[in-house]
């Protein structure tokens, strides 16, 4: 009999209890996630669980890989989800950006249904943060920006790969890659693919979740407006 690793895991009985000794209740958090924490909007909060994520080490000194890491879900034109992780690079009042390849399998979904989920699961700190919005392509001179900050080798990835098409070999992708370091040889800058940039998500939702005892976790909804303001907050059970 063919015996696969996950044999060896009890799953039903896998769980760790929020304030016990493995996790604490919340290593940054002395106190209950409360109304008055958004009291100036979702951004300040939103921002600070961000830089507690990236600042965050473990008593045994290890630290979140990819804080910033959210799991980006899409809608196809059958209404069939799909989700992945991306990497936030920027947020403001106006949203959420990530950037990817606008002919990817995501870029299709939010051309037929503009409409997504970000979710970032900082476990560690028994935190989550969950985005829902519309989402628009960023400006050219934002993408650009944000270009210019990648090392040149993953801007030579980028021109690379036709993400999310199949290709028939690993040989194939790295002759594309050197392919484009031959082509960008005598260029400075490389400049950004056509097909690549940035999307903004406009949050019409945003839920802070923050882990606590016998599950009884505290989740604080809030709806925005058109100009992100929140229009209500709502504490929802768990
Ligand atoms: C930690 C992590 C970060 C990632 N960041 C990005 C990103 O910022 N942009 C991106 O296009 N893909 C990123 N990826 C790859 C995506 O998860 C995904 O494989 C790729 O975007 C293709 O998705 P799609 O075929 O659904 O469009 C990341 C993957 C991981 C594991």
Request: glycine letters at 8%; a negative charge; one cysteine or more.
């Amino acid at each position: 009999m063919v015996r696969y690793p996950s044999d060896s895991l009890d799953l039903p009985h896998m769980r760790v209890s929020y304030g016990e000794k493995l996790v604490s209740s919340s290593p940054v958090d002395s106190g209950d996630l409360d109304e008055a924490s958004l009291a100036d909007g979702w951004l300040p909060l939103f921002s600070q669980w961000l830089v507690d994520a990236s600042e965050y080490v473990a008593s045994d000194g290890g630290r979140i890989a990819e804080p910033n890491a959210m799991v980006l879900g899409t809608v196809d034109d059958e209404g069939f989800p799909a989700t992945r992780t991306v990497l936030c690079k920027g947020a403001d009042e106006r949203g959420v950006v990530f950037f990817t390849n606008y002919e990817s399998t995501k870029a299709q979904h939010i051309s037929v249904n503009p409409f997504v989920s970000a979710t970032f699961p900082w476990i560690a700190l028994a935190r989550q943060i969950h985005v829902r919005g519309r989402v628009e392509k960023v400006s050219d001179e934002e993408t650009l920006e944000y270009w210019r900050t990648r090392p040149r080798g993953s801007q030579l990835g980028a021109w690379a790969s036709h993400q999310s098409e199949p290709i028939e070999s690993r040989e194939l992708l790295l002759g594309a890659l050197d392919r484009m370091a031959a082509r960008f040889h005598d260029v400075d800058e490389v400049p950004v693919p056509p097909f690549w940039g940035g999307f903004r998500i406009h949050p019409k939702s945003v839920e802070f979740w923050q882990g606590r005892r016998n599950r009884l976790h505290n989740r604080l909804r809030c709806e925005l407006g058109d100009g992100g303001c929140i229009v209500r907050v709502t504490r929802v059970q768990p």
